[in-house]
């Protein structure tokens, strides 16, 4: 059984940083593109960046400069790094593939960013 565990949300004042883990169990995602995404209430899940199998990196345009995805293929685990945190920035974060697989989605770690 394929799981993805996220991990190191949390409440920060704006201008705070967090790094979110994503965990990887029951199957290898060192060649696949993997992504974070986030979902604030009342909006859809939306994308925050991607990386694929090789490392090249997206960012969507509001986290560019502030946010850093990363892999360590040998721990099954991809990160986000997130800098300067607004209150704008507010959501459920979850990691899964790019694109996404519905059945590879976790519970997310919420990330509240005060101002």
């Known amino acids: 059984q394929v799981q993805l565990v996220e991990s190191g949300g949390g409440l920060v004042q704006a201008g705070g940083s967090l790094r979110l883990s994503c965990a990887a169990f029951?199957?290898?995602?060192?060649?696949?593109?993997m992504a974070w995404y986030r979902q604030a209430p009342g909006k859809q899940r939306d994308l925050v960046a991607r990386?694929?199998?090789?490392?090249?990196?997206y960012y969507a345009d509001s986290m560019k400069g502030r946010f850093t995805i990363s892999r360590d293929n040998a721990k099954n685990t991809v990160y986000l790094q997130m800098n300067s945190l607004e209150p704008e920035d507010t959501a459920v974060y979850y990691c899964?593939?790019?694109?996404?697989?519905?059945?590879?989605w976790g519970q997310g770690t919420q990330v509240t960013v005060s101002s």
């Open positions: 029951g199957r290898d995602f060192r060649l696949n593109a």
């Open positions: 899964n593939k790019h694109p996404p697989i519905g059945v590879y």
């Open positions: 990386i694929t199998s090789g490392g090249g990196t």
